[in-house]
């Protein structure tokens, strides 16, 4: 019944984007946007550790390109317009175990299709700074990538991870990853997070295998 009501409705429909000056999105649109999101928890407690590498990343692309995030429904939101391509940030405000729950919602409401999807996530595995690209894979122990996972039910999605090392003691690895960037570490993020803006955008301008390409390892 919806179907057809939406079918009979269509003229209506029409009349009404010209009316208010509407434009309505095409194929063509939908193909260039992209939902970038960066992993982390919400709360200064939380500020400059390294599990939040997702939300600083995020943030050092929208200082450099002069953009504002807004709260709105399940996470904090910016829009980067990149030579033609629309590229939707977002900062989940559901706690990292909960990270799904935002991604869908933002994908839906903004017909992301699933390969115009980059998840940003630091990674216990890689040595500090590390950048790394990668179209599938499993979620290697991370909570938020374990949530992205069951709710997209696939492991085929695009992720960015960031090196942040395993200089940890046993036993201590929670403590590790909340906890703040050294003073060493520090002194590096900034070109280490330039080098990370670079990778977005070639991401969303050259492509996935280009990228990898070019990026991982650096």
Known sequence: MLFLFLQKSQPM????????????ETPEDIMKKYLIVGLGNMGSEYENTRHNVGFQILDH???NEDLTFETKRLGDIATYKLKGRTLILLKPST??????????YWMNKEKIKLENLLIITDDLNLPFGELRLKTKGSDGGHNGLKDIQEKLRTTTYIRFRFGISDAFHKGQQVNYVLSKWTEEEGEKLTERYDKSCELLKSFVLS????????????
């Open 207 to 218: 492509g996935v295998s280009i990228t990898m390409n070019t990026f991982n390892g650096k």
């Open 95 to 104: 706690f990292m175990n909960l990270s799904g729950k935002a991604v869908v």
């Open 13 to 24: 429909l029409e009349f009404l984007y010209k009316l208010f000056g509407i434009k309505k």
């Open 61 to 63: 692309l929208a200082k």
